[in-house]
């Protein structure tokens, strides 16, 4: 069986969010909800913070979890986690889970691992689930993707895509959707990984400001599983407070 590594990169700077990954009014940190969720996937043997903070390596260590510290000028979150990966060469794949995703679900994690095992011509899989609001559609911030017939991605905007033509409307209700959000969650052979920070970042990349363009533009495929929902990061004060919340009324 491949082994498969998750790696949570958990970054202490953040734009929006002050020390997100600390916030422990739930009565856990943060980053410990995510590392729970992703140690309950079964298709994976190990799980690892990557920070570049030893406050957060000192509170994952505290919560009995496992972190490693990693370059603080790291240029993005997959150059954090390839530099995981030189040190870890026993895992075939590598798994990305944000660390400011507490609530992702370990089913989510496990068919993400399962369709890049299954479809040898993929270098990465990710996910994505069905729009079901104009709102969503529309909002530069929410990645949409398109897919071909065998779930290989096409393309990743922050536009409506496929756009519809004037005259349609979009039936957010349907069976069978047409438009599609991605979610920030990747796995990776491991040998690939290690080679995207040498790609030379594309020019759609740079224009949508989306990383994973680099991979399509250079020719290489993504895999795209499907879930039927997603509760999303947490970004601001007010994701945090409706987490806390959540976790209150469980």
Excluded: W
Excluded at 75 to 90: H, L, M, N, P, Y
Excluded at 122 to 135: G, N, Q, V
Excluded at 209 to 232: M, T
């Amino acid at each position: 069986m491949t082994q498969v590594m998750i790696v949570v990169p958990a970054r202490y700077a953040s734009t929006r969010l002050e020390r997100k990954m600390l916030l422990s009014k739930t009565g856990k940190p943060l980053i410990q909800h995510t590392y729970e969720a992703a140690s309950q996937a079964t298709q994976a043997s190990k799980v690892l913070v990557a920070t570049d903070h030893p406050e957060i390596e000192q509170a994952v260590h505290h919560f009995g979890g496992e972190a490693i510290m990693t370059d603080p000028n790291a240029q993005s979150g997959t150059d954090r986690i390839a530099e995981v990966a030189r040190a870890f060469s026993d895992y075939e794949l590598v798994v990305n889970v944000q660390g400011d995703e507490p609530e992702i679900e370990p089913e989510a994690i496990d068919l993400a691992i399962r369709i890049l095992r299954e479809d040898s011509t993929a270098m990465m899989s990710t996910l994505a689930t069905p729009i079901r609001t104009p709102e969503t559609l529309s909002d530069p911030a929410a990645v949409k993707v398109v897919m071909d017939q065998n779930q290989q991605a096409l393309y990743f905007s922050r536009s409506p895509i496929p756009f519809p033509r004037a005259q349609e409307k979009v039936d957010f209700s349907k069976q069978t959707p047409s438009h599609y959000l991605h979610l920030g969650l990747y796995v990776y052979r491991r040998d690939f990984l290690l080679k995207i920070p040498d790609l030379p970042p594309s020019r759609m990349e740079k224009l949508e400001s989306l990383e994973q363009l680099r991979i399509l533009d250079h020719g290489h495929r993504i895999k795209v599983g499907i879930v039927s929902a997603s509760q999303g990061g947490i970004d601001t004060l007010q994701d945090y407070e409706a987490f806390v919340r959540r976790q209150q009324n469980c």
